[in-house]
């Protein structure tokens, strides 16, 4: 049996009050195991990326219980979520957000530095990943001075390089082209395949769809399937 | 480091927007400091000149006679305690003086004048009276003369009496006789404005000894220190080594307390109206901090996404600012050193000398010293300091969520 890395139980999430309020998430009950390639898909306001936001303690539960690695994110302060995200949670958006005022390698370094990583360490393993994702070269370049897909290159880098438990990406290849988002599925799919990192995407895209090795989908805030391919 | 370096790097990301800032802290650090330099300054000219033309740094009196001035309140100066004064390391010179009042008859007018004594020789090197005298001779340069005084303008003109002529004295003697002698008027002192100087008569002090029956006896002796800002501590040593209970050892801002209160109140006032410059460039650099801090709500959100204590992004905005202040006071000190250099060389020309608390003064000097950068330099940065919380509690606290939403 695979080991757990998220355990969320009886889920939901409104927001508003009253005749305003709307349910993001009903009654959600949803394992990720180590080493799962998983996509959330369903149509727009189904809530999946409330999840997310949710699975990784961004965003607060109305109710239920959200464990990751074991920790329940309920009761923790803004600070001990910060550094909750930091030592086990990657993080992939669709709009990248790197740091502007970082380079390349400096922004991949970023939470290995809030780790305090070896300087050592961390110069190796900006090095690997900066090859891992094709950016050699380009590693003194500031965000600015990239294409969006090299930018998500760079801030999927930055989210695996500190070795987390999971990694949580929001649409990632919404802002790309359909060849540039190949290849970096591509690219995580092989860090998935070859590290058993685990990946969880909330997605629109077939392209992942096809990709994932299971597929959770939402409607109106329910899990209504869950597919292991 | 890597605080440092975010703060250094998201300085240069908006250059215009830092220059604006830099320059507006820059400017109010200078304005500040040449401000207070010329408040010290005039305040260091002003206390020159009524310690240099009047008071000396310290003054000693009998018990008493600084409350009440009395021509009964007389003290014999020891050989003990000239050598005393003599011995001071701290101690330039040092003069004795006599005061009293007396009914001064010309020939065809005659006034009441205010008499001071002064030893001719010794006076000289405690204070400028020598410079005063704008008509006739210094007292010790006449030696044919008998009685000879210098009399102030003022006074000249009501009993109508020139240099050359004889006044005669009329007053009270120390042991209660009546006081009465003539005098030779050998130079006339004073601008003949209606000032506390243009109505005095200035004698030597044996003449007035033996005219006031006051034998060896005195009322003052004035010190002359390094300098006055040495005279509250040198007073107190002094009232140590003299140790003597019948005698009141006083700085100048004891014995011109007038004058020290009058000036202490206007540079209350100074303090006050920097204090508005600063409050209004702290406004400036609020804004600009604020407007920085919301703009880059997204991404403080997105650091704290990735896990960055808000700790760090308060430290970050914190330094930030510091930053910006601190190098715009680095070069601001540049501008005000120099602009406090030149003014305390040739300072600005007054068109109408000013007069105040008794001391008249025709320019305004700027003081070059460490102090008039140093506390603008503090002021700045922790005004800046001070400015820079609110923003950054105010990001560090973000949901980061929500500041993520906001792009």
């Given at each position: 049996m695979s080991e757990i890395v998220i355990a969320s139980k009886n889920v939901s999430k409104h927001f508003g009050e009253g005749e305003a309020q709307v349910h993001a998430l009903r009654e959600v009950d949803l394992d990720i195991n180590i080493g799962d390639f998983a996509a959330i898909v369903g149509p727009s306001g189904s809530g999946k990326t409330t999840l997310l936001n949710i699975l990784c303690g961004l965003d607060k539960v109305s109710s239920g219980d959200i464990q990751v690695s074991g920790r329940s994110l309920q009761d923790m302060s803004g600070s001990e979520l910060a550094k909750f995200r930091r030592e086990h949670i990657g993080l992939v958006f669709q709009a990248y957000n790197l740091i502007p005022v970082l380079t390349v390698m400096e922004n991949i370094e970023?939470?290995?530095?809030?780790?305090?990583?070896?300087?050592?360490?961390?110069?190796?393993?900006?090095?690997?990943?900066?090859?891992?994702?094709?950016?050699?070269?380009?590693?003194?370049?500031?965000?600015?001075?990239?294409?969006?897909?090299?930018?998500?290159?760079?801030?999927?880098?930055?989210?695996?390089?500190?070795?987390?438990?999971?990694?949580?990406?929001?649409?990632?290849?919404?802002?790309?082209?359909?060849?540039?988002?190949?290849?970096?599925?591509?690219?995580?799919?092989?860090?998935?395949?070859?590290?058993?990192?685990?990946?969880?995407?909330?997605?629109?895209?077939?392209?992942?769809?096809?990709?994932?090795?299971?597929?959770?989908?939402?409607?109106?805030?329910?899990?209504?399937?869950?597919?292991?391919? | 480091?890597?605080?440092?370096?975010?703060?250094?790097?998201?300085?240069?990301?908006?250059?215009?927007?830092?220059?604006?800032?830099?320059?507006?802290i820059m400017g109010a650090f200078i304005l500040f400091s040449i401000s207070l330099?010329?408040?010290?300054?005039?305040?260091?000219?002003?206390?020159?000149?009524?310690?240099?033309?009047?008071?000396?740094?310290?003054?000693?009196?009998?018990?008493?006679?600084?409350?009440?001035?009395?021509?009964?309140?007389?003290?014999?100066?020891?050989?003990?305690?000239?050598?005393?004064?003599?011995?001071?390391?701290?101690?330039?010179?040092?003069?004795?003086?006599?005061?009293?009042?007396?009914?001064?008859?010309?020939?065809?007018?005659?006034?009441?004048?205010?008499?001071?004594?002064?030893?001719?020789?010794?006076?000289?090197?405690?204070?400028?009276?020598?410079?005063?005298?704008?008509?006739?001779?210094?007292?010790?340069?006449?030696?044919?003369?008998?009685?000879?005084?210098?009399?102030?303008?003022h006074l000249q003109k009501l009993i109508q009496v020139k240099v050359g002529e004889e006044v005669a004295f009329i007053g009270q003697g120390a042991d209660g006789s009546v006081a009465n002698d003539l005098f030779t008027v050998v130079g006339i002192v004073g601008k003949g404005s209606d000032d506390a100087e243009s109505r005095r008569v200035y004698l030597p002090l044996k003449n007035a000894q033996e005219f006031l029956s006051l034998g060896d006896r005195i009322h003052e002796v004035t010190i002359r220190l390094d300098h006055f800002n040495l005279a509250r501590k040198e007073a107190e040593s002094l009232r140590n080594i003299l140790n003597n209970e019948a005698l009141d050892v006083q700085p100048w801002q004891v014995v011109e307390e007038q004058f020290y209160k009058a000036m202490m109140a206007d540079q209350q006032g100074n303090w006050i109206s920097?204090?508005?410059?600063?409050?209004?460039?702290?406004?400036?650099?609020?804004?600009?901090?604020?407007?920085?801090?919301?703009?880059?709500?997204?991404?403080?959100?997105?650091?704290?996404?990735?896990?960055?204590?808000?700790?760090?992004?308060?430290?970050?905005i914190v330094l930030e600012m510091t930053l910006l202040s601190g190098?715009?006071?680095?070069?601001?000190?540049?501008?005000?050193?120099?602009?406090?250099?030149?003014?305390?060389?040739?300072?600005?020309?007054?068109?109408?000398?000013?007069?105040y608390g008794g001391v008249v003064f025709n320019q305004m000097l700027s003081e070059n010293s460490m102090s008039v950068l140093l506390i603008p330099a503090i002021f700045s940065i922790c005004v800046t300091f001070l400015v820079a919380l609110y923003p950054a509690i105010k990001s560090a606290r973000a949901v980061p969520i929500e500041a993520i939403r906001e792009n």
């Open positions: 970023y939470v290995m530095l809030l780790q305090n990583v070896p300087v050592a360490e961390r110069k190796e393993r900006v090095e690997k990943f900066l090859t891992e994702v094709g950016l050699e070269g380009k590693g003194n370049r500031f965000p600015v001075e990239l294409s969006g897909g090299q930018q998500q290159r760079v801030a999927i880098a930055r989210a695996m390089v500190s070795h987390p438990d999971i990694i949580l990406a929001d649409e990632p290849t919404a802002n790309l082209d359909s060849e540039t988002g190949v290849l970096l599925l591509d690219m995580m799919r092989k860090f998935n395949e070859e590290f058993q990192m685990t990946f969880v995407f909330s997605t629109h895209d077939p392209q992942i769809m096809e990709r994932a090795k299971r597929m959770v989908t939402l409607t109106d805030g329910h899990i209504v399937s869950d597919e292991i391919k | 480091m890597l605080i440092l370096k975010l703060a250094f790097r998201n300085l240069l990301r908006h250059k215009s927007r830092s220059l604006l800032c830099g320059l507006t330099g010329f408040s010290d300054g005039s305040y260091g000219s002003l206390i020159r000149m009524l310690t240099d033309t009047q008071s000396g740094h310290v003054q000693v009196h009998r018990q008493g006679y600084l409350e009440r001035p009395s021509l009964f309140r007389h003290f014999q100066l020891s050989q003990e305690i000239k050598q005393q004064l003599n011995d001071h390391p701290q101690v330039q010179a040092w003069t004795t003086r006599i005061f009293s009042s007396a009914l001064v008859f010309g020939e065809k007018k005659s006034s009441i004048a205010r008499l001071m004594a002064v030893d001719p020789d010794q006076e000289s090197q405690v204070t400028r009276i020598r410079e005063k005298v704008k008509a006739g001779k210094f007292l010790s340069d006449t030696t044919d003369v008998y009685n000879p005084i210098l009399i102030g303008s920097q204090g508005v410059i600063m409050l209004i460039v702290g406004l400036v650099i609020l804004i600009t901090v604020l407007m920085n801090a919301f703009e880059r709500r997204h991404e403080f959100g997105v650091l704290l996404a990735l896990g960055t204590p808000p700790g760090f992004i308060f430290r970050s190098l715009s006071v680095l070069v601001g000190s540049f501008f005000a050193y120099g602009l406090n250099w030149y003014y305390s060389v040739d300072g600005i020309k007054l068109e109408t000398p000013l007069e």
